[in-house]
């Protein structure tokens, strides 16, 4: 049985040494926590007013054209790429 | 000739600014928070503590590195990520290489940028709010 302070010990032990992160497609996933945090912090300095459900809608907007414009942007540097390179 | 104070807090407007600005820098949200924005405060407090500490969970406090231009983003987040800087350098002397360590420096400087927005934003309301008092 895990006890608190074995508990505070291996959470503080996960700032001590990094993670382990492969150079994988699924570590492209990783972009979208900080993409919310960015929509989240932007809409919030933003809006007029906070309110739950309209600043729900405005994050997930923002979030979602963050997305869409990456993506985009993947597929452009992909096209160049392979007519370039081939 | 009549002082130019800040609204109810009594301060000198400039002096009121500079505090905004300050509070900003050490807690995110504080700024915010000062101004009378409690739930924007909040929102920001969290979510720049969790990009944070995100950061630092995936490339460990050695991504913290003084030596580095990231330093300076990350410094934005608090003054107390200079601490951090002391302990994986100077008391610890972690290392961190690779993916985890540029994921790392990517999400603690970006969040350190967007306090920075924050700041700028509550001093930048502060001001608003001086001259709508003033007039």
């Given at each position: 049985?895990?006890?608190?302070?074995?508990?505070?010990?291996?959470v503080?032990?996960?700032?001590?040494?990094?993670?382990d992160?492969?150079?994988?497609a699924?570590?492209?996933?990783?972009?979208?926590?900080?993409?919310?945090?960015?929509?989240?912090?932007?809409?919030?300095?933003?809006?007029?007013?906070?309110?739950?459900?309209?600043?729900?809608?405005?994050?997930?907007?923002l979030?979602?054209?963050?997305?869409?414009?990456?993506?985009i942007?993947?597929?452009v540097?992909?096209?160049?790429?392979?007519?370039?390179?081939g | 000739?009549?002082?130019?104070t800040?609204?109810?807090?009594?301060?000198?407007?400039?002096?009121?600014?500079?505090?905004?600005?300050?509070?900003?820098?050490?807690?995110?949200g504080?700024?915010h928070?000062?101004?009378?924005?409690p739930?924007?405060?909040?929102?920001i407090?969290?979510?720049?503590a969790?990009?944070?500490?995100l950061?630092?969970?995936f490339?460990?406090?050695?991504?913290i590195?003084a030596s580095?231009?990231?330093?300076?983003?990350?410094?934005?987040?608090?003054?107390?990520?200079?601490?951090?800087?002391?302990l994986?350098?100077s008391?610890?002397?972690?290392?961190?290489?690779?993916?985890?360590?540029?994921?790392?420096e990517?999400?603690?400087?970006?969040?350190?940028?967007?306090?920075?927005?924050?700041?700028?934003?509550?001093?930048y309301?502060a001001?608003?709010?001086n001259?709508?008092?003033?007039?």
């Amino acid at each position: 049985m895990i006890n608190s302070l074995n508990l505070c010990q291996y959470v503080l032990a996960g700032f001590m040494s990094p993670m382990d992160i492969g150079t994988t497609a699924k570590g492209l996933l990783l972009a979208l926590p900080l993409i919310a945090v960015i929509a989240i912090v932007y809409k919030a300095i933003k809006l007029e007013e906070i309110k739950f459900v309209s600043f729900l809608k405005e994050v997930f907007l923002l979030f979602g054209s963050i997305l869409v414009f990456m993506i985009i942007t993947a597929i452009v540097l992909f096209v160049i790429m392979k007519a370039v390179v081939g | 000739m009549k002082e130019i104070t800040a609204g109810k807090s009594g301060l000198p407007a400039v002096a009121y600014l500079f505090l905004v600005g300050i509070a900003g820098w050490w807690i995110p949200g504080a700024g915010h928070w000062l101004i009378g924005r409690p739930k924007r405060a909040a929102i920001i407090f969290f979510s720049i503590a969790f990009a944070f500490v995100l950061g630092i969970w995936f490339g460990s406090i050695a991504v913290i590195d003084a030596s580095t231009p990231w330093y300076w983003a990350q410094m934005l987040n608090s003054p107390a990520v200079a601490y951090l800087a002391h302990l994986s350098g100077s008391v610890y002397h972690l290392e961190s290489y690779g993916k985890p360590r540029e994921m790392g420096e990517i999400y603690t400087g970006i969040a350190g940028m967007l306090n920075l927005l924050c700041i700028v934003n509550a001093v930048y309301v502060a001001h608003c709010k001086n001259i709508k008092e003033q007039s």
